[in-house]
């Protein structure tokens, strides 16, 4: 059964390019280009993933997640643009799921996608498939990664770190983002530098002495080459 995705969005030239991308990877898609005729959507073809602007006629990004919020956990992407950096916050506490800023690449946002739906839907075998970064492959559902073809050891707060950039290619996460993405409630406290040392040990599994595949943003955290 196709996954269905919910696209509100006024730029018809951006929902146009997101459809065609996302129905090349066998979603099925409805798209919309205002804020209320959104919601009342939403309510009435209860899509499986919405992909929501912020700027939006009629009714505006924020209030419609929040109402989505209100009564579902169906998962949310918001888009905004990179100046937005307030919205962006509020959008999250909203609870969305993920925000990318405009412009983007639209096979980053099948990739978001993916990822939102290997998280949300985690129990279900058709988002654990295999995820290919160069020679690297990872297999979620076996908790297996093999760089050309050969498995490679990796723990599992590793494996959870290539995981996470993996499923955001060309994000930068700060080093609470990862902490959040390694760790649980129930792990002793934990220093935010001890996630230098993960990166450290992950890079020498995975890294060719020409090819390094997570970058330091400097003072900021890392992020998956693009």
Known sequence: MKRKILIIEDDKKIAELVKIYLEKENFETVVIYDGKEGLE?????????????????KIDGLTIAKSIRSKSDCPIIMLTA???????????????DDYIAKPFSPKEMVARVKAVMRRTYKGNKEF?????IKEIEINPAKFEVKKRGKKISLTRREFKL???????????????????E??????????????????????????????????????MGYKLAE
Do not use: C, W
């Open 82 to 96: 990179k100046d937005e950096e307030f919205d962006k916050i509020i959008g999250l506490e909203l609870g969305a």
């Open 162 to 180: 290539l995981l996470a950039f993996a499923g955001s290619p060309g994000k930068m996460f700060s080093r609470n983002e990862l902490m959040k």
């Open 41 to 57: 959507n939403f309510f009435k073809e209860s899509p499986q993933l919405v992909i929501l602007d912020l700027m939006l006629p």
């Open 128 to 132: 654990n498939e295999i995820i290919k």
């Open 182 to 219: 390694i760790y649980t409630i129930d792990d002793e406290l934990v220093f935010d530098r001890t996630i230098d040392v993960h990166i450290a040990n992950l890079r020498k599994k995975i890294n060719d002495k020409d090819q390094h595949l997570i970058i330091t943003i400097t003072g």
